[in-house]
């Protein structure tokens, strides 16, 4: 029996490719893709589940995986404010971190950036560096 794995931002560059990835990979009999709205899903072994960021618990038992993805990030100019790029790139990461301790999730990979350190005077770095800290102890196992 193959793996589970849940991607969390599969219709941005990253998640896309990975879902491919995933999805030609033998080890993997089920991806599972939390979506804020319904995408065209064509891949068998692909699950959608369609959800608001901010009511992850609500879906909590259907996001069970051996390997959950995080793959979220956004830009300053499409963000618009700092407050919003911060909710997409530092708090949704770490309710995602969260959740993956709560279902006992022991692997979680999570797209940050080099160079990130919650010290930098850089506000992209810093709040990637933040990100990271905060998922480091939320106490996941192999980040």
């Keep these: 029996m193959g793996k589970t794995a849940c991607i969390f931002g599969s219709t941005g560059l990253i998640g896309t490719q990975l879902n491919l990835l995933l999805s030609q990979n033998e080890s993997y009999d089920k ?14 072994k ?14 909590q038992n259907k996001l069970k995986a051996a390997e959950y993805y995080c793959c979220l990030g ?13 909710f997409v790139d530092y708090h949704l990461p ?8 709560l279902n006992q999730v022991e692997n979680v990979f999570v797209v940050s950036s080099i160079g990130a350190a ?16 905060e998922m480091r102890k939320a106490g996941i196992k192999n980040l």
């Excluded at 893709?33 to 065209?40: D, G, I, L, P, T």
């Excluded at 692909?46 to 879906?59: F, K, R």
């Excluded at 770490?94 to 301790?101: F, M, Q």
């Excluded at 919650?118 to 800290?133: C, D, H, V």
């Design 31 to 44: 991806i599972i893709v939390f979506n804020r709205s319904a995408q065209s899903i064509t891949n068998p």
């Design 94 to 101: 770490v309710s995602i971190g969260k959740l993956a301790v």
């Design 118 to 133: 919650a010290q930098s005077k850089n506000f992209y770095l810093r709040t990637k560096g933040r990100m990271e800290e």
């Design 46 to 59: 692909t699950e959608q589940i369609v959800g608001e960021y901010v009511s992850l618990l609500e879906y």
């Design 74 to 86: 956004t830009t300053m100019k499409k963000a618009g404010t700092k407050e919003a790029f911060e």
